[in-house]
């Protein structure tokens, strides 16, 4: 069974671009999650859908969006880029809603800002 | 609220002998606890995770944690070091989303786990 898939795994954007990370989790799986890894802030939730809905979300400011689609591929979208979102975005997929279930971690997309 | 606690950035430890990854939590609620691993540039593996049933817990490649709630810790162990076991280590803790909050899951800072030949 192929693993968690995420597109692009690398890209470069300047202040003020918006980009969009896309991710397809494991076949059969309905919940995809998101994380922010830095070296300063480490490892944070953004976000967790399920069933094309939005079902629990972090502490993270209203430029950092994203959605389900009904074949529960997921896209993340962050607007008005600044430099502190330079991350690796990782996203996870599981059988079951709830963050609390076994995740399976993609290798995530490495984001520079410019 | 919850928080967790990696007590070590970095552990060295040499091949064949133990490892000892320390790891305590807060949580208002009964929390889930995780340890993932992660090696350079890939993402997360999952070792193993308490839910409220057995406190000693197995996980994959011979590791293991024991959920102690006086203590509030969820230390990971290993009896012998490989050299393969080098990478970032992760605790995390959890509780069930009460529909409310954003808990979601909350990360350790890592430690970083060094495998001496």
């Known amino acids: 069974k192929a693993g968690v898939t995420q597109t692009p795994r690398y890209l470069i954007k300047t202040r003020g671009q918006q980009v969009t990370l896309s991710c397809s989790p494991i076949?059969?799986?309905?919940?995809v999650s998101w994380y922010q890894q830095t070296p300063g802030q480490g490892l944070q939730f953004l976000f967790e859908?399920?069933?094309?809905?939005?079902?629990n979300k972090g502490n993270f400011p209203g430029r950092f969006s994203g959605r389900q689609f009904s074949n529960s591929r997921s896209e993340m979208n962050v607007s008005t880029l600044e430099l502190g979102d330079s991350a690796l975005y990782l996203c996870?997929?599981?059988?079951?809603?709830?963050?609390?279930?076994?995740?399976?971690f993609g290798p995530g997309t490495r984001l520079t800002v410019l | 609220a919850q928080s967790v606690t990696q007590l070590d950035s970095h552990v060295s430890v040499s091949e064949g002998t133990p490892v000892l990854l320390r790891c305590n939590y807060s949580s208002s609620y009964s929390p889930s606890l995780f340890w993932y691993v992660q090696h350079p540039n890939k993402g997360l593996q999952l070792l193993l995770k308490y839910t409220s049933a057995a406190t000693l817990v197995k996980g994959i490649n011979g590791f293991e944690a024991e959920f102690k709630k006086s203590e509030t810790s969820f230390h990971l162990t290993k009896p012998s070091a490989h050299m393969s076991d080098a990478a970032e280590y992760f605790c995390v803790v959890s509780v069930p989303y009460s529909g409310g909050g954003a808990d979601g899951l909350t990360f350790g800072k890592g430690t970083h786990l060094i495998i001496q030949p």
């Open positions: 996870a997929s599981s059988l079951r809603a709830g963050v609390y279930n076994e995740q399976f």
């Open positions: 076949s059969g799986h309905r919940s």
């Open positions: 859908y399920f069933s094309e809905t939005q079902r």
